[in-house]
């Protein structure tokens, strides 16, 4: 077989031609190695390692060979730098980390392994996962000698989204089949959407958190990126399962088969359109994709019936409170002493602290740090935090009783397609108003995905597919069926 167009193979694909022998892992590595680098100016990958990834293939081959191969033998991935790698090194896409080499493996990365997959390096991203459009990376992408913004494969001049930009691109530029990325407030679905390929966030819980850089550890859940959601499952169900040891917040239920309804009908479905994500701050063109997705879904035999989540606004100021207030306490680790960067130049302890946090944190890191401080305050405490978290529960509730009316959730992932780089000229609000409609669904912990489905003037446009508490499977089937009846997902970025 031909190893010429390779890349244009999914996971499902790529892993059936690996276990005939059609190709092999060590082909597969040096084909997506070889794209990888022609297009590094995108600024996707932070790490590589050519040796490290042909001896994972070595290993896969034999055991193929072997025939002792598991569900994603070969396949080569790349993972978002926000996951802890014993064989590469991990930045969080900061400084405060540079130099930094973990011990050990996250238990995501480590699954991943285990179930064959090949890491070929380490992803760009947003500063400890803070940001929505991989601008506030202050790392150097490979071939580059400064940090640079990942750049989105649809227009250069665009951003990817975030804070999972790298892994998004990564995927939509076909340099690898599948990436990891993580979902706080919406990394996953949001660049997912920007960037037209399928990402899914899980239900919190269902993933290991042990050795994500945590960022806010009530929210911050890991999932994947890949083309079709069929590929989605196949990594989604090698990467879940419970780790009572490491992680007391994985939950305590069995790693499932998320591809075991794919095909199944979706006739009676009731997806649930919230009235709040149509409303005015909707782009035209984004609105016009999301009716027309729902239109398909009716061919298909699902009823669209319109739901309510009163809260949605006020997601954003809870989201923003809640998540700084946890990364404030998160981020109080990093001090010079235990890991990464520490200042040269320092009179006593509470100076090289200080000094080290100065040099080692970008301007959004320190924002959050305090605004986190702030709000966790005493005297201020009652009024913010508090206050958040009660409002949390009742945007839980939100979904609880809409969940009573329908089976999924559908609209937009973002208001809009991608914006230019720059374009929020450094104003974060701007950036925190983009993340409306992934927040709500974040502050509940429930899954969600985003499906491409369509463009808005030449910029993809992802359907955000929300569901109740451990129905992955059914958000899988459902955008499996999307996509067997579009072809919004095969479409690839010209020139890639
Ligand atoms: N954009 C959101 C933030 O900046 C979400 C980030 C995330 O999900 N990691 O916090």
Partial sequence: MSTRDLHQ???????????????????????QLGRIKQHQDLGAFVALDEDFALSQARAADAQIAAGTGRALAGVPIAHKDIFVTADLPTT???????????????????KLAEAGTVTLGKLSCDEFAMGSSNENVAVPAIGFDH????????????????????????????????????DTGGSIRQPASFCGVTGIKP???????????????????????????????????????????????????????????LGDSLEGLRIGVPREFLGDGVAPGVRAAIDAALAEYEKLGAQRVEVTLPRTELSIPVYYIIAAAESSSNLSRFDGVKFGHRAKNYRDLADMYAKTREEGFGDEVKRRIMIGTYVLSHGYYDAYYLQAQKVRRMIADDFRQAFAHCDLIAGPAAPTVAWKLGEHGGDPVADYLADIFTLPGSLAGLPGMSVPAGFDAGMPVGLQ??????????????????????????????GY
């Fill in 9 to 31: 193979m999914g996971v499902a694909e790529l892993a059936g031609a690996l276990r005939e022998r059609k190709v092999s892992a060590v082909e597969a590595a040096q084909h």
């Fill in 203 to 261: 239900t919190y819980g269902r993933a290991s958190r042990y050795g994500m850089v945590a960022f806010a550890s009530s929210l911050d859940q890991a999932g994947p990126f890949a083309r079709s959601a069929e590929d989605c499952a196949l990594m989604l169900s090698a990467l879940c399962g419970p780790d009572p040891e490491r992680d007391s917040t994985s939950l305590d239920r069995p790693a499932e088969d998320f591809s075991r309804t």
């Fill in 147 to 182: 940090a640079v913004p990942v750049r989105n494969p649809w227009d250069r001049d665009r951003i990817p989204g975030g804070s999972s930009g790298g892994s998004a691109v990564a995927v939509a530029a076909r340099l690898v089949p599948a990436a990891t990325g993580t």
């Fill in 465 to 494: 597919l929300i569901g109740n508490y451990f129905s992955e499977a059914k958000l899988l089937n459902a955008a499996h069926r999307f996509q067997q009846a579009t072809d919004w997902h095969q479409r690839a970025p010209q």
């Fill in 92 to 110: 969080a896409g900061s400084r405060i980390l540079a130099g930094y080499r973990s011990p050990f493996d996250a238990t995501v990365v480590r």
